[in-house]
């Protein structure tokens, strides 16, 4: 199991007793506050965000359902001021959103858009709700992902 590994390879790290050779610490957590908290404090650290583990699964190479990445996303609004041509599979379809915030801000939304919403974007002047994992350095939210298109409310 996970678990039982992670007892092994603390002990092989140990065996090593090498300053450059440091095993990565594991939690257990018990309830979602725990994971919360713990990203929380991760984040803050300068992690990118968690990877949970079953203690109880057994190895697999690669990928699997027994683990799970845990990053925090937020979201926010902002309105569509424009559209950019697709290319390749969505040549003659919207291939992003050209959105601005309240704040001024101007950029696009390509990620997350299906294949209807290419077909028939939000109207200009809509207000769309995108995701997003952080700011660059100039602000622009890193790995913006078109959500939804938002009711239509005065603002």
Known sequence: TFTERCTD??????QL????????????LVADQDIEALLTHAV???????????GTASYMPGRSAN???VKPVEDAEAQVVGYESGHGKYEKLIG????????GLRFKLGTG?????????PALGAWVTYTYRGKTT??????????????AIER
Do not use: C, N
């Open 17 to 28: 007793a090498q300053p450059w050779v440091s095993a990565v610490a594991q939690t257990k």
């Open 96 to 103: 992003a959103l050209w959105v601005q915030t309240s704040q």
């Open 44 to 54: 803050k650290e300068g992690s990118e965000g968690l990877m949970l583990r079953l």
């Open 138 to 151: 100039h602000g622009v939210p890193r790995f913006a992902s078109y959500l939804r298109e938002q009711p």
């Open 113 to 121: 858009l299906s294949d209807v919403d290419r077909q028939i974007p």
């Open 67 to 69: 683990q799970l990445k």
């Open 9 to 14: 390879y603390q002990q092989l790290v140990a």
